[in-house]
């Protein structure tokens, strides 16, 4: 009688569990957030497409900007940007092959031979080179960053005669792209793409100069507009180039995985 009595309890449950998986609906594709083919980036706290593995970021994610930023930064300073800044060759690019040393001569050569003086400028030279705060940016897909660089510094042009002759402040940005890839093992790290100087943000001021050389100081300055960024590109994206390196293998995983799933961890302001 009790072997009876557990046979119909346990038909009756069967039968229950039976009925519940008659009433599920699988979803179908359509059912889906949206397809493969027209995935869309994620932002924080929005829940995954079924199927798609959820990124685990060791660095709380509201602090992953401000480390990577950080951390970019202390690897351009430990790369010596300051110094590479302070020793470009400015003048021999001003100075045309074969000119003396004790002349500015190049393209300004029409424009120095009316003045004396400028026939005894000896150099031009790169004082109080900063590294400002650095920009951090994700593109409109959250696949990529753009880190812009701005950096500052003076130029003083001096003569045997007068000592300091002009006195000029420079600063420019130079833009790098950041992006993730994955090895065939399945490892994921970040890449350098372009490194360009940002068109438009040079900005060259006087700080002191003698009144009556305002030609002069034009240009010398349209001159140096046409140098510097090329200059400064030069000596910046190599440095740039060896950053990723010097980060925290941690900090470089995770910002290479959402970047791979397109999730935006970078917060404006």
Partial sequence: MFLLGSLVVLCGL???????????????????????????????????????????????????????????????????ILGFLEHMPLLSYVRPAGSNAGGLVGVLGKVISSIPILNNILDIRVTNPQLLEIGLVQSYDYHRLYVTIPLGFELKVNTLVVGSLVELAVKLDVTAEVYAVRDIHGRSRLVIGDCIHSPGSLRITLLNGLSPLQSLIDSLTDILTKVIPGLVQGVVCPVVNGILSLLDVTLVHDVADLLLHGVQFVIKA
Avoid at 25 to 43: A, K
């Fill in 14 to 80: 069967l039968a229950q569990s039976s009925a519940q998986l008659a009433g599920l609906h699988l979803p179908l594709n359509h059912d889906l957030p949206m397809s493969v083919g027209h995935c869309r980036p994620l932002h924080l706290g929005q829940s995954l497409p079924y199927g798609m593995t959820p990124v685990i970021s060791t660095y709380p994610t509201e602090h992953l900007a401000r480390n990577f930023r950080d951390g970019f930064r202390q690897g351009l300073l430990s790369g010596g």
